[in-house]
């Protein structure tokens, strides 16, 4: 257990509404990521960091922006949320010179 | 572009058969890792395999990465229910960096 946090666990919105989803770890940990995971597409990388305030793109980055103010915080933000946007949208931390990556429980996000 | 190419995306067999999901790549990987997925939570790591050639025993789940460290197998010996889920592999090219995901084999394995 790594300590990850993710919220809200479920959420429901309607198209052109913003939306944050809320990602937090206990350890300090540098590294961070979000992802979405859709049907037939395993795990795609939106956003990452490597620390507070230094993030980066992701293969499907577009729709999506990310905020790191704090080393335990990393929120992920659908300025304006659109249908295929619906998802369910992971967060994951990597230890310091490790690959792996420790993933939280997911948000299931709606958008109707 | 799909760099990892995971096959088969569904399996569905009976208790104490054997199985192997493969994981192709045309490029190399640094490490590769294996994880699995049950509903309504994230992803929980298996194994890692950094050696070309490489072969890693988890009880009855035997991982190789290939010698060429493009490719990898997950062979599951006598499959029990319990071994249902989704597993995933995913390729690391550097320390501390990126994944790349496969779409993941959907195994059920019926009693």
């Known amino acids: 257990d790594a300590g990850i946090t993710q919220s809200p666990r479920h959420k429901v919105t309607e198209t052109g509404t913003p939306v944050t989803l809320r990602c937090h770890q206990t350890e300090n940990h540098r590294y961070m990521y979000w992802y979405r995971q859709d049907p037939g597409h395993g795990l795609r990388l939106i956003h990452y960091s490597y620390g507070v305030k230094d993030t980066d793109k992701g293969e499907v980055s577009d729709g999506y922006s990310v905020s790191r103010s704090k080393t335990e915080d990393f929120l992920l933000t659908l300025e304006s949320a659109t249908s295929s946007q619906t998802s369910v949208y992971f967060c994951?931390?990597?230890?310091?010179?490790?690959?792996?990556?420790?993933f939280g429980a997911g948000t299931r996000l709606s958008v109707l | 572009t799909q760099l990892l190419e995971q096959s088969p995306q569904f399996l569905s067999i009976q208790e104490g058969e054997n199985l192997t999901v493969y994981c192709n790549s045309s490029?190399?990987?640094?490490?590769l890792q294996w994880y699995r997925q049950e509903p309504g939570e994230g992803p929980v790591l298996l194994v890692t395999v950094v050696t070309g050639g490489e072969v890693k025993k988890l009880k009855r789940l035997t991982f190789q990465f290939g010698d060429a460290r493009k490719d990898s197998s997950l062979h599951i010996t006598a499959a029990q229910p319990g071994d249902t889920g989704l597993y995933l592999c995913a390729g690391a090219r550097n320390q501390g960096g990126k994944l790349i995901f496969g779409q993941g084999t959907e195994l059920s394995v019926k009693p």
């Open positions: 490029s190399v990987f640094s490490s």
């Open positions: 994951a931390i990597a230890r310091e010179g490790q690959n792996i990556q420790y």
